[in-house]
């Protein structure tokens, strides 16, 4: 045997400590996890974080806490969960998550068992994995990567102090004489750094074992896929509720966040400035705009996996792509949608709720996840078809009518409420100088020339920009401001164009969401922002009974990086920042690893068929091409440049043998000579001539002989031992030679 | 009984000890790594004898939670779930993996003092080799048995033994009875690395160990006239005299003069001479076992232990000359060896059915034993009464 070794042993009591430890790190792991889901739980976290991380510094603090806390903690925790539970009803998750997150700190503080040690880690996954499931964050794939190998830690350092006699002496004991630098010096003592390359090997191998598993995983047809929990969340932007007040919109412009993002499949041509439409709002209400009751009645509860949106009889000009669109959690309620989608479907059955009169799709209820679906076979079309509302619009007059306030409910019913004008003498005359601005006076404009006209006589007076100011004075707040000069935000231009259009006769509604984006040059797809919000008018043309869609905020409206690339000669903006970089990771996950799917499989698995064809195709041609060449070479005649050649490449290959050979023994002498030994030679004269007398001795049973034990035992550890362990050769050999004559 | 925790030292057994072979898990029998390799593969398909792989607790729980996570991820098509589940299922083919590593590369071996004697503690060792280049092996559990004395044990490996090194485990083991022992490692198991599944090797060692008589305290006063009439006897055994009797190994304490510098020379390590003391005042020992004087019981295994006791009494106060059973030779006792021997014998002594003659114990200075009233043992020298045990 070499000499021992000089890493420290760690022994009972310190691969306790460090078990208790790294439990406690284990938790503050998984404590972090929870604002992903929440950004609610972040001040629950930072108090843990606190708790935790000072016992952690102060591991004996425990001690201090009475034996009576320890009993009365775990069933106090359960009562008062119990009670949330019942508060909360009928929410189970949250009140779950808080019960989790207790109980863990209790496990975390207190000094654990085994089986607590195990409750622990138990508790943690469940976090991890809830967080995880209920956020869709690609911070998931860090937290699950961070976790498994603290959680394997702690389940390994769980089986060591296991082993042995008396582990809960040491649980006791452990604490008392505890201090800091002596542990540390005792773990760096102990640590090994190959040893620890070791394990981060073992670990790349475990993760690409899992996302091995995690591919060949057989998926079946998700159709009838449950939806997992929910955290339902009432934090929504106001810009993309039912009702609206000007400034919302605006509001949102603020944030600099990513809204959602939209993958687009292949051979789908790119639009430059798409309109993501998702609120539509048909009702004046002199602060805003809101969606009538009569347009709401028209809202239907549907659960399935897949949503026809627009029939194909009225289309042309469709595409056969996809859109897939990663849509972050707390925006709204309302689904963006683009063009004239056929078909919209989620990867699991999913409740919606469905507005087939104003084209609209809303989740049942807000969550904090992000949500995922599709649009199939989109039209890129500036307009909306109308669902018989010609047959109530033709020939309509505006209706000069305001509800009382905000809340109250309109007389009129939809489409009528299209066509709501601010009543009052104020109002009507002012609407009547407008009108008469934009017309000069001419009636029945067709829509296309009207709102030409209505679009100059705006931008003529108006300038965009996000800090407004509306004139005081008398009359529609909307009204003052377009009689003024003063500079508009979205919600002003597309408020006012829709309260003129009207009073000349044509049906608006006011639409919220978004527009534009950036592309990202990373992985090609859309990033839009909460900046990039916007509200703009479909106005209801009665020729083609279509709602076309009109923008009438200037191109100022557009953000800075959109008139950077403008003035380069393109619409979109294409980002290659940092930024994008990042976000283009969030895709990839949600692309590689969220939407993975059996379809993906298959293409994995053609890929890999394909690729494994064209490499033994190859090889073939290879091998046959080499053959060939071997044939031809050994059926021409053999001349002294041949013969040369020849053995130009059998000592090639021998020259090659050769040093494959030596760079072998090479290496074998490297580590001889650091372990300080030499190699155990095995066939040597001593061992031969052992095995040759020891063989003797089995013959006539001398083995068999107390007096002879010693001997014999010497032999054999001359024959099969270490050359470290033999006794001396020649004498052993010498005595049982002697043995063999005496007897 | 109880165990000590493992010290590392190097496996060189001492001389006094008996050690078996190296037991290995058996993943290499062949030299050629074509041969291993095809071993394992099939040891993966076919289980090896006495090999046995069985979840623990916590890996049934591990299981049962995969289960779980398994169905809501199909029943959720949650691809988070999938993520944990093929998590999961990784560490569990991790685990077997690195219980296969820290099982490889290990061998044990029991390393036996070579007498024991009942109701004495002793130590029965177990040597733990790890022969890897790179890995240490940890958190082994070993199963001793002592058959005889219907003892078990499970002893653990409490810290690690890195690679090229070697640690001891020791239970404190007290036979009962005297006779044979079979020490046997019936097996061992570890849960190493995440304690989810609990692999056992049923590989048994066994070794048998003869077990000497239980010591027992005795009443012995020698008439004066026994010695006055063996003047001339004279025992033969190791003390100051000029006679070699033996060559043993250094001990601590042995005086400098006594080293035999030529045999340490050949041998290479201290040799020590024994020789032969000069004594004139020394006793036989003569046990005799008819079946009808003695009958299997305590009474019986009394006389074992007073004779096994008077017999190491007598040696070491340099007295003992020779020593006979029943119908065997008179066996002089020069050496420890002899001694040994001798208590060896009484180990395994039983009543006999008829003695083919009684010994004409002729001599004042022969030691005899006969039974006494309830359980005790008469001792008398020379036919006379010397002493009660």
């Known amino acids: 045997m070499s000499a021992a070794s000089t890493r420290v042993r760690l022994n009972p009591e310190e691969l306790y400590q460090l078990k208790w430890l790294t439990g406690g790190l284990l938790t503050l792991l998984s404590i972090w996890t929870l604002p992903f889901i929440d950004s609610s739980y972040l001040l629950v976290v930072l108090a843990v974080v606190g708790i935790v991380g000072t016992v952690l510094v102060y591991p004996s603090l425990p001690t201090h806490i009475p034996a009576l806390a320890w009993k009365i903690a775990t069933p106090l925790v359960i009562v008062l969960m119990l009670t949330d539970f019942i508060l909360s009803r009928p929410d189970v998750l949250p009140p779950l998550i808080r019960l989790i997150a207790m109980l863990t700190i209790v496990r975390a503080l207190a000094y654990r068992t085994r089986r607590e040690d195990l409750q622990l880690v138990m508790l943690c996954l469940f976090m991890v994995v809830v967080s995880g499931v209920l956020s869709v964050s690609i911070a998931f794939a860090f937290q699950i990567l961070l976790f498994a190998p603290v959680a394997m830690l702690v389940l390994f350092l769980v089986t060591l102090t296991d082993c042995t006699d008396r582990p809960e002496q040491i649980q006791v004991e452990s604490w008392s004489h505890f201090r800091w630098s002596r542990f540390r010096s005792r773990i760096h003592g102990a640590f090994d750094m190959k040893l620890v390359g070791f394990v981060g090997m073992l670990f790349a191998a475990l993760t690409l074992m899992s996302a091995g598993i995690f591919a060949i995983m057989p998926r079946f047809r998700l159709d009838q896929a449950i939806p997992f929990f929910k955290l339902k969340t009432s934090q929504s932007l106001s810009g993309f509720s039912d009702s609206i007040q000007f400034g919302d919109v605006t509001d949102i412009m603020e944030d600099d966040a990513v809204a959602f993002r939209v993958d687009l499949s292949d051979g789908i041509d790119r639009p430059e400035t798409p309109y993501w439409r998702m609120v539509v709002l048909d009702e004046y209400t002199g602060a805003g705009y809101r969606m009538s009751r009569s347009a709401k009645s028209r809202n239907r509860l549907v659960t399935d996996n897949q949503f026809l949106q627009s029939s194909a009889s009225k289309r042309t000009g469709t595409n056969d792509g996809r859109w897939t669109f990663y849509y972050e ?122 709102t030409e006209k209505l679009l100059g006589w705006l931008h003529q007076r108006h300038a965009y920009s996000l800090k407004s100011t509306v004139p005081s004075g008398e009359g529609d707040r909307l009204l003052r401001w377009a009689e003024s000069n003063e500079p508009g935000h979205c919600e002003l231009f597309a408020g006012s164009f829709a309260i003129i259009a009207r009073a000349a006769g044509y049906p608006t509604r006011i639409v919220t969401g978004f527009v534009g984006g950036a592309w990202n040059g990373y992985e090609n797809y859309y990033m839009i922002r909460n900046r990039d919000a916007h509200a703009w008018v479909e106005l209801y043309d009665e020729v083609t009974h279509r709602w076309v869609r009109v923008d009438p905020t200037p191109g100022g409206r557009l953000s800075d990086q959109n008139n950077t690339a403008i003035q380069t000669g393109s619409r979109l903006f294409i980002d290659r920042t940092i930024g994008a970089y990042l976000d283009s990771l969030r895709v990839l996950w949600y692309r590689r690893i969220v939407n993975f799917d059996a379809e993906q499989q298959l293409e994995i698995a053609n890929s890999f068929k394909q690729q494994f064809n064209s490499f033994s195709e190859a090889m073939k041609a290879r091998l046959k091409a080499w053959k060939e060449s071997v044939q031809a070479f050994f059926k021409a005649p053999w001349d002294r440049q041949r013969w040369l050649e020849a053995g130009g490449v059998a000592g090639v290959i021998l020259a090659g043998l050769l040093l494959g050979r030596g760079v072998v023994l090479f290496f074998r002498w490297q580590r001889r000579r650091r372990q300080g030994t030499r190699g155990e030679i095995v066939w040597s004269w001593e061992r031969r001539k052992a095995g040759n007398l020891a063989g003797k001795f089995r013959q006539r049973g001398l083995n068999e002989q107390p007096e002879m034990a010693p001997l014999y035992r010497n032999l054999m550890t001359i024959r099969f031992g270490r050359e470290a362990e033999w006794p001396p050769v020649k004498t052993v050999l010498r005595e049982a030679r002697n043995r063999l004559r005496k007897k | 009984m109880k165990s000590i925790a493992a010290k590392v030292t190097p496996a060189k057994p001492a001389n006094q000890e008996m050690v078996t072979n190296w037991a290995d898990p058996g993943y290499f029998a062949h030299q050629s790594r074509v041969k291993n390799l095809l071993r394992i593969l099939k040891q993966l398909v076919v289980r090896p004898d006495g090999h046995k792989t069985l979840p623990t607790k916590s890996g049934i729980v591990l299981i049962l939670l995969s289960l779980g996570i398994g169905s809501a991820a199909y029943n959720t098509a949650s691809n988070i779930l999938f993520i944990v589940l093929a998590m999961l299922l990784s560490s569990l083919l991790l685990s077997g993996l690195l219980s296969w590593m820290n099982f490889k590369g290990t061998r044990w071996r029991l390393s036996l003092e070579r007498h024991f004697r009942a109701g004495d503690t002793t130590s029965v060792k177990i040597e733990v080799s790890n022969s890897k280049t790179f890995l240490p092996t940890y958190g082994l559990w070993f199963f001793l048995k002592a058959h005889k004395s219907e003892a078990a044990r499970r ?101 400098l003069r006594q080293i035999h ?121 020379g036919g006379i009464h010397a002493g009660t045990a």
């Open chain 2, 155 to 255: 002893l653990p490996l409490e810290e690690r033994v890195d690679p090229a090194q070697s640690c001891t485990l020791i239970w404190l083991f007290e036979p009962l009875k005297r006779g044979r022992e079979v020490i046997e490692i019936v097996g061992l198991e570890s849960s190493f690395p995440f304690g989810f599944l609990r692999k056992s090797i049923g590989h048994s060692i066994k070794q048998e160990v003869k077990v000497w008589p239980r010591r027992i305290s005795y009443e012995f006063t020698p008439p004066a006239l026994a010695h006055a009439r063996s003047a001339g006897l004279s025992a033969s055994q190791a003390g100051s005299g000029s006679e070699l009797i033996n060559l043993r190994d250094y001990r601590s304490g042995d005086p």
């Open chain 2, 261 to 381: 510098w030529k045999a340490s020379a050949r041998l290479q390590r201290f040799m020590i001479r024994e020789v032969a003391e000069e004594n004139h005042e020394s006793y036989a020992l003569a046990v005799e076992t008819p079946a009808s004087i003695w009958k299997a019981g305590e009474q019986f295994e009394r006389l074992c232990s007073v004779v096994g006791a008077m017999a190491e009494d007598l040696f070491l106060s340099e007295q003992l000359r020779a020593v006979t059973i029943n119908d065997g030779e008179s066996i002089p006792i020069r050496k420890q060896g002899d001694l040994h021997a001798f208590l060896d014998s009484l180990a395994e002594l039983q009543p006999v059915e008829r003695l083919g003659h009684t010994h004409q114990h002729a001599g004042s200075t022969t030691i005899t034993f006969s039974p006494g009233a309830g359980e005790h043992i008469l001792i008398h020298v």
């Open chain 1, 329 to 450: 959690g707390s925006i709204s309620r309302y689904l963006p949608t683009v063009g004239l989608p056929r078909r919209l479907r989620f990867q699991i059955r999913q409740t919606l709720e469905t507005n087939q009169l104003l084209a609209l799709n809303a989740l049942n209820e807000l969550t904090g996840a992000v949500t995922f679906y599709q649009l199939e076979n989109v039209e890129l079309a500036d307009f909306q078809l109308g669902k018989g509302d010609d047959l109530v619009l033709k020939d309509a007059s505006p209706v000069a009518y305001l509800p009382k306030n905000e809340t109250s409910p309109t007389i009129l019913k939809y489409p009528m409420t299209t066509l709501a004008v601010p009543s009052g003498i104020t109002n009507e005359a002012a609407l009547g100088r407008i009108v008469q601005a934009v017309t000069a006076g001419e009636q029945h404009l067709p829509a296309p020339i009207f």
